[in-house]
Structures are given as C-alpha cells and as structure tokens.
C-alpha cells in the first residue's frame, strides 16, 4: 500500500490537473498557478490594507 497517495489523494488530484504535461507549462496551468498564489496571500494584503487605514486615520484624527 502507498501511503503517501492515501493520506492525500486531493494533493495528487490537483497535481493531475493542474500539469497535464510535465515538459509543457500551459497558460491555463500558468493562470491557476497565479490565482492560487493571489488566493493564499489575499488574506494577508487585506489585512495590511485595513492597518494602513487604521495608521492613517490614526494620523489625520477621528475621520468617522
């Protein structure tokens, strides 16, 4: 039995989809590989964004 492949078949699941090809990166894979990176890091520039304002109303007084 492997079980590496049966502890996380999604993980192989999505590699299977994602590189059709090992030798030819297609725009489709390139495009998913972005929006993957953009999704996991969206958190993380929401919240930088929402302490940017906070810095900034902190600096020019009470805007509310």
């Known amino acids: 039995m492997e079980t590496n492949a049966s502890s996380d078949p ?3 699941r999505w ?4 590189r059709p ?6 725009s489709l ?3 998913v590989g972005w ?3 953009i999704a996991s ?3 993380f520039i929401q919240m ?4 940017t304002m ?3 109303t902190l600096k020019s007084g009470s805007i509310f």
């Open 29 to 31: 894979e390139w495009m």
């Open 35 to 37: 929006m993957v990176v």
């Open 54 to 56: 906070c810095n900034l």
């Open 21 to 26: 090809s090992q030798y030819h990166r297609s």
């Open 48 to 51: 930088t964004g929402q302490i």
């Open 15 to 18: 590699i299977i989809l994602t």
């Open 41 to 43: 890091h969206g958190a």
């Open 10 to 12: 999604s993980r192989y």
